[in-house]
């Protein structure tokens, strides 16, 4: 596993420590509209203050304040959707295959749905920047700032937990996360500081620092920790999840994670399992002939994990 002084070292090269939580000020700005064995609201919290975070919670049919469920949060993917965001987990929008927040909920899961800072709601508010150089904007004021958008969206993870514990519907010692993409890349970076979280499940992205030089590859923004990589890469960063569960999916021919690299960071987070004795809180799947996507059997992967570790 990597060091302690390795993880001394992300933190510094993330921003430094978060602040304080403060007061979430919570307020649901639509009321719950039933669907088809769930219901849906919208909700803001703040992050810091003025920076209020929009979500959507879907909450199974029989899930109440007297009978709680297990919670996962979805993180959304990128693919420069800039303009869905937390539609499409939530069902609302963007790729069926990505409905998974409905998925879950239709599971018996609590399942939180936000925004990532440029998506969805979270634009730019001057309307200046559109898509993509809205994002490069905000990873570069932050940059200056001696920080990182890693950084902000670590925190803006932290604070939706914050929020979903506050939820009576939720068993809050029953808690995960699950991302696809750039939401896997949420997960695994947000897993070494949220303790609460007993199991992530990411899908389809671990792009090795290594990979990405080697390939010239233009990832996003998350990705990019200043100064970390004279001490590891991200591998070292998952290991950092150790021991509380976590699963991995990918696609053998996906060229955003060049499988070459991904196996080998596989057996880095493998023996950090394994130096604790923990082995059998991670699993991990290489899908052969596919890509980018979640498939079928990466989603019953998922379905079976969630199962084991929030309901066993």
Same mark, same amino acid.
């Given at each position: 596993m990597a060091s302690v002084?390795?993880?001394?070292q992300?933190?510094?090269?993330l921003g430094?420590?978060w602040?304080a939580?403060g007061?979430?000020?919570?307020?649901?700005?639509?009321?719950?509209?039933q669907k088809?064995?769930?219901r849906?609201?919208?909700v803001?919290?703040?992050?810091?203050?003025?920076?209020?975070i929009?979500?959507y919670?879907?909450?199974?049919d029989?899930?109440n304040?007297?009978?709680?469920?297990p919670a996962?949060a979805?993180w959304?993917?990128h693919?420069g959707?800039?303009?869905?965001?937390k539609?499409?987990?939530?069902?609302?929008?963007?790729?069926?295959?990505?409905h998974t927040?409905?998925a879950?909920?239709?599971?018996?899961y609590v399942?939180?749905c936000?925004?990532?800072?440029?998506f969805?709601?979270?634009q730019d508010?001057?309307?200046?920047?559109q898509?993509?150089?809205y994002?490069?904007?905000?990873?570069?004021?932050?940059?200056?700032?001696g920080k990182c958008?890693?950084?902000?969206?670590?925190? =803006?993870?932290?604070?939706? @937990? !914050?929020?979903l514990?506050t939820?009576?519907e +939720?068993? %809050?010692?029953a808690?995960?996360?699950?991302?696809?993409s750039?939401?896997?890349?949420?997960?695994?970076?947000?897993?070494?500081w949220?303790?609460r979280?007993?199991c992530?499940?990411?899908?389809?992205c671990?792009?090795?620092?290594k990979?990405?030089?080697?390939?010239?590859?233009?990832?996003c923004?998350?990705?990019?920790v200043?100064?970390?990589?004279?001490?590891g890469d991200?591998?070292d960063?998952?290991?950092?999840?150790?021991?509380?569960?976590?699963?991995?999916?990918?696609?053998?021919? =996906?060229?955003?994670?060049? @499988? !070459?690299?991904?196996?080998?960071?596989?057996? +880095?987070? %493998?023996n950090a399992?394994s130096a604790?004795?923990?082995d059998?809180?991670f699993?991990y799947?290489i899908?052969p002939g596919v890509?980018?996507?979640?498939?079928?059997?990466?989603?019953r992967?998922?379905k079976?994990?969630f199962?084991?570790?929030l309901?066993?």
């Amino acid at each position: 596993m990597a060091s302690v002084d390795f993880k001394e070292q992300l933190l510094k090269g993330l921003g430094g420590p978060w602040p304080a939580g403060g007061d979430l000020k919570p307020k649901i700005v639509e009321q719950a509209i039933q669907k088809d064995g769930y219901r849906i609201e919208k909700v803001t919290y703040e992050v810091e203050p003025g920076d209020p975070i929009p979500a959507y919670v879907l909450i199974p049919d029989g899930v109440n304040a007297t009978n709680p469920a297990p919670a996962v949060a979805v993180w959304h993917q990128h693919n420069g959707a800039y303009t869905i965001g937390k539609t499409e987990p939530a069902g609302l929008g963007g790729s069926p295959m990505h409905h998974t927040g409905v998925a879950l909920a239709k599971l018996g899961y609590v399942a939180i749905c936000p925004d990532s800072l440029t998506f969805g709601e979270r634009q730019d508010p001057t309307k200046k920047q559109q898509g993509g150089n809205y994002e490069r904007f905000e990873f570069l004021r932050y940059l200056v700032a001696g920080k990182c958008l890693a950084w902000k969206d670590i925190l =803006d993870m932290r604070r939706t @937990i !914050d929020y979903l514990v506050t939820r009576p519907e +939720v068993k %809050a010692n029953a808690l995960g996360c699950y991302g696809h993409s750039m939401g896997s890349t949420h997960s695994y970076m947000v897993g070494p500081w949220e303790e609460r979280l007993k199991c992530i499940v990411c899908n389809c992205c671990l792009p090795t620092y290594k990979a990405i030089h080697r390939e010239h590859m233009l990832h996003c923004f998350p990705n990019f920790v200043p100064g970390i990589f004279q001490y590891g890469d991200t591998p070292d960063i998952v290991a950092l999840i150790a021991p509380r569960a976590l699963h991995m999916n990918f696609g053998e021919t =996906d060229g955003g994670s060049p @499988i !070459d690299e991904v196996k080998n960071g596989l057996k +880095v987070i %493998a023996n950090a399992y394994s130096a604790i004795h923990a082995d059998e809180k991670f699993s991990y799947f290489i899908e052969p002939g596919v890509g980018h996507v979640l498939s079928d059997e990466m989603w019953r992967r998922t379905k079976a994990v969630f199962a084991k570790h929030l309901r066993g």
